[in-house]
């Protein structure tokens, strides 16, 4: 199993900044990629960005310029660095990531999800 614990969400105003932290434990032997999705009320989740182990990064053409992806590999967290938001931007925040796991019998890929936190961007 592998647990993703997201924390930095919050309110602020418009053109203000958060930044997002997601760590993933367990017993991990790699990661493929982590990145964050969102979800508005009465939409789809939607992917924000990704950040793959090759170095491959993806944003969404809403968040480009605005949002920033990292990852500390050491660590097993990624973060996301939110500048310039914009009311429509409010959403649940979710970190997922992807990888590799040692089980008893043997490794084993994983795929999870944070719980979510929540993000308001308004005056």
């Known amino acids: 199993q592998v647990q993703l614990v997201e924390s930095g969400g919050g309110l602020v105003q418009p053109g203000g900044s958060l930044r997002l932290s997601c760590a993933a434990s367990?017993?991990?032997?790699?990661?493929?990629?982590m990145g964050w999705y969102r979800q508005a009320p009465g939409k789809q989740r939607e992917l924000v960005a990704i950040n793959h182990s090759d170095g491959t990064i993806n944003y969404a053409d809403s968040v480009k310029g605005r949002f920033t992806i990292s990852r500390d590999n050491a660590k097993n967290t990624v973060y996301l660095q939110m500048n310039s938001l914009k009311p429509e931007d409010t959403a649940v925040y979710y970190c997922?990531?992807?990888?590799?796991?040692?089980?008893?019998?043997?490794?084993?890929?994983?795929?999870?999800w944070g719980q979510g936190t929540q993000v308001t961007v308004s005056s």
């Open positions: 367990g017993s991990i032997l790699s990661i493929y990629a």
């Open positions: 997922t990531a992807e990888g590799r796991i040692a089980t008893i019998r043997a490794p084993a890929d994983f795929g999870s």
